[in-house]
């Protein structure tokens, strides 16, 4: 059991990026849907994106690459160099850009561990000490950027198959528990199992159907099954949104551990970030 990092898209708000409402609102411009899309923008983006995507697939397929082509200008920022200076051996992340690995100072390169073009089961790039598995797909592989909710029930389907069914054997799930699971064919979904994990940047709203069913199959499995699994910490940063009060609840329901790190109101600053920083040093320490 060790510590690994989920690093959602917090990091690329200091960096000249592409937000998720900008990937929706740039496919609908191709399909020429700006107007009837800025209507439901303020809706689970993944859903908004699936009314684009469904009627217009070969606009939905241009915008997808140009949006892999725009995020490879997105430089690292010193957030992304203070998260990768913590020096873990394992970092997740929902991001389809390089920024944490260009942040590193270490050479990544592609170390996947089954062939996979649609779904990031197995996708993971490799230095010499570290692994970086881009969960939600990869800009390297357009096809892979899970935008629209019809790829996140996929992949939830992919997920579910693998960790549910012996004919996949999850080794985490129907392993020998004397074999490490890194001695054969694994995925980033053993880890999160089996590992303590550390969430931050994500806003893990509803619309993220893979992490919320792995979050509550989690909590089966040490119940159950007695499972020996890992603990899941979520950090709120900055004053918290009064809305998100029931989602943190159930995220406690789970067994998810919540650590709040105080900051001003609005998005979390830099300040904040670095008094993360100073927390996960801290955990990495004990």
Same mark, same amino acid.
Request: aromatic share 10%; proline share 5%; hydrophobic share 35%.
């Given at each position: 059991?060790?510590?690994?990092?989920?690093?959602?898209?917090?990091?690329?708000?200091?960096?000249?990026?592409?937000? %998720?409402?900008?990937?929706?609102?740039?496919?609908?411009?191709?399909?020429?849907?700006?107007?009837?899309?800025? =209507?439901?923008?303020?809706?689970?983006?993944?859903?908004?994106?699936?009314?684009? &995507? &469904?009627?217009?697939?070969?606009?939905?397929?241009?915008?997808?690459?140009?949006? &892999?082509?725009?995020?490879?200008?997105? $430089?690292?920022?010193?957030?992304?160099?203070?998260?990768?200076?913590?020096?873990?051996?394992?970092?997740?992340?929902?991001?389809?850009? !390089?920024?944490? @690995?260009?942040?590193?100072?270490?050479?990544?390169?592609?170390?996947?561990?089954?062939?996979?073009?649609?779904?990031? +089961?197995?996708?993971?790039?490799?230095?010499?000490?570290?692994?970086?598995?881009?969960? !939600?797909? #990869?800009? $390297?592989?357009?096809?892979?950027?899970?935008?629209?909710? !019809? !790829?996140?029930?996929?992949?939830?389907?992919?997920?579910? $198959?693998?960790?549910?069914? =012996?004919? #996949?054997?999850?080794?985490?799930?129907?392993?020998?528990?004397?074999?490490?699971?890194?001695?054969?064919?694994?995925?980033?979904?053993?880890?999160?199992?089996?590992? #303590?994990?550390?969430?931050?940047?994500?806003?893990?709203?509803? $619309? @993220?159907?893979?992490?919320? %069913?792995?979050?509550?199959?989690?909590?089966?499995?040490?119940?159950? =099954?007695?499972?020996?699994?890992?603990?899941?910490?979520?950090? +709120?940063?900055?004053?918290?949104?009064?809305?998100?009060?029931?989602?943190?609840?159930?995220? +406690?329901?789970?067994?998810?551990?919540?650590?709040?790190? =105080?900051?001003?109101?609005?998005?979390?600053?830099?300040?904040?970030?670095?008094?993360?920083?100073?927390?996960? @040093?801290? +955990?990495?320490?004990?």
């Amino acid at each position: 059991m060790a510590d690994i990092l989920l690093v959602g898209n917090g990091p690329n708000y200091f960096s000249v990026g592409v937000s %998720w409402a900008d990937v929706v609102r740039a496919t609908a411009q191709h399909a020429r849907l700006r107007n009837q899309t800025e =209507k439901i923008i303020h809706e689970p983006l993944p859903l908004v994106y699936e009314t684009i &995507a &469904a009627r217009y697939p070969q606009k939905e397929k241009r915008a997808r690459l140009e949006l &892999a082509k725009e995020m490879r200008r997105m $430089a690292p920022n010193e957030i992304h160099h203070d998260l990768m200076g913590l020096g873990w051996a394992t970092t997740l992340t929902t991001n389809y850009d !390089h920024c944490l @690995e260009q942040a590193s100072g270490e050479s990544f390169g592609p170390a996947n561990l089954a062939s996979e073009t649609t779904y990031s +089961v197995f996708r993971r790039a490799r230095s010499k000490n570290r692994s970086i598995w881009h969960i !939600h797909g #990869d800009l $390297a592989g357009p096809r892979t950027m899970m935008l629209g909710m !019809h !790829h996140y029930c996929g992949y939830l389907q992919k997920l579910r $198959a693998y960790l549910t069914t =012996k004919a #996949d054997k999850s080794p985490f799930v129907f392993g020998d528990p004397a074999q490490p699971i890194e001695s054969g064919r694994h995925s980033w979904a053993d880890l999160f199992l089996r590992d #303590d994990v550390h969430i931050v940047g994500l806003g893990l709203s509803y $619309a @993220e159907v893979g992490l919320w %069913w792995l979050l509550g199959y989690k909590f089966r499995l040490r119940h159950q =099954k007695k499972l020996p699994c890992g603990s899941t910490t979520y950090y +709120v940063m900055g004053s918290g949104d009064p809305s998100e009060k029931h989602r943190l609840e159930l995220m +406690v329901a789970y067994g998810v551990n919540i650590k709040v790190v =105080k900051g001003t109101g609005g998005p979390p600053s830099k300040k904040t970030w670095r008094a993360l920083v100073d927390l996960l @040093e801290s +955990v990495r320490a004990t």
